[in-house]
């Protein structure tokens, strides 16, 4: 018998689908994510609701929102269980989020019984395998660092980012299906982020802004990183993040080997590099479950 699409997001408990859509919160590594399943049914959202539904204030609390939704055709061409569509807790939708997939391959291998899921998302087919208990790996990539795909508004180096803000110099930018800069830093600590992300994050220069990582080397094998996250806020973890940060090391040769250990404010993952791809693995965790009301104007 073919589970449910919707045996993890319904409790069976009564509820209005007119007003209440089930959610699950979860989060890797502290990077929270509200999960809804639309592959039956979904109400259109708009950008207020999705930050109220995100503001831990106003509505449940997240660092994205999540959709699933069927597959397209090319999605379903290439194994995809479903489409995941991201969005910011400023209602803008974004192509990638590596801790978002390895949330939500956990509940789609559980829900099939599977240890391998596809997910499609804006940025192409995502393939996820059981890591172990409560741990997801995720491929990722490919990486460009084109100027034109990160997307920068004119030609610049992009392994060597004419931009200046406090201790961030000499960046890397590079587009992981989103677009990020990396900065090397000799003390972590001694960055802040918040302070000086916002001006490179909304530089002019970035097409679509970006995602701002502050990355110390402690050694050959392991990172330590800090993401300004577009569209203005410091998250516990950024999945691809580390997949920029580690291979914007690796273009510096500033480590070692394929595997790299990233330690970041929420945990610690490990980035694997094969070329321009990359295998995320992490931890996942489920928060809890409910359901959201969208406002009356929708």
Not at 123 to 147: F, K, Q
Request: with cysteine.
């Amino acid at each position: 018998m073919t589970p449910s699409h919707t045996a993890f997001f319904r409790e069976p408990w009564s509820f209005n689908p007119t007003f209440e859509i089930p959610f699950i919160k979860m989060h890797g590594v502290r990077n929270a994510f509200v999960i809804l399943d639309g592959r039956e049914h979904m109400r259109h959202l708009r950008s207020p609701d999705i930050e109220r539904i995100c503001d831990a204030h106003a509505g449940v609390g997240a660092d994205e929102l999540l959709v699933l939704e069927p597959p397209t055709k090319a999605g379903q061409a290439a194994g995809a269980a479903a489409f995941m569509r991201i969005f910011n807790i400023d209602g803008r939708e974004v192509g990638a989020c590596g801790n978002a997939a390895r949330c939500v391959a956990y509940l789609l291998m559980n829900e099939a019984r599977a240890n391998e899921v596809r997910i499609e998302t804006a940025a192409g087919v995502l393939a996820c395998r059981d890591g172990g208990p409560m741990t997801v790996s995720v491929e990722l990539g490919p990486i460009s660092l084109d100027w034109r795909r990160v997307p920068l508004s004119q030609p610049a180096d992009t392994l060597d980012l004419p931009l200046i803000s406090g201790p961030l110099a000499n960046g890397v930018a590079v587009n992981v299906g989103n677009p990020h800069a990396v900065f090397f830093v000799s003390s972590l600590a001694n960055v802040d982020l918040p302070t000086h992300g916002p001006a490179i994050q909304t530089h002019p220069l970035f097409a679509e802004g970006a995602n701002v990582g502050a990355a110390e080397i402690v050694d050959e094998y392991t990172i330590r990183l800090a993401v300004w996250e577009r569209p203005g806020i410091l998250t516990q973890a950024c999945g691809t993040g580390a997949y920029a940060a580690v291979f914007a090391a690796h273009q510096r040769n500033l480590v070692k080997g394929s595997k790299v250990t990233v330690h970041l404010p929420g945990g610690v993952m490990t980035v694997a590099i094969d070329g321009d791809m990359a295998t995320m693995t992490g931890p996942v965790s489920f928060c809890y479950r409910g359901y959201v009301s969208p406002s009356s104007g929708n």
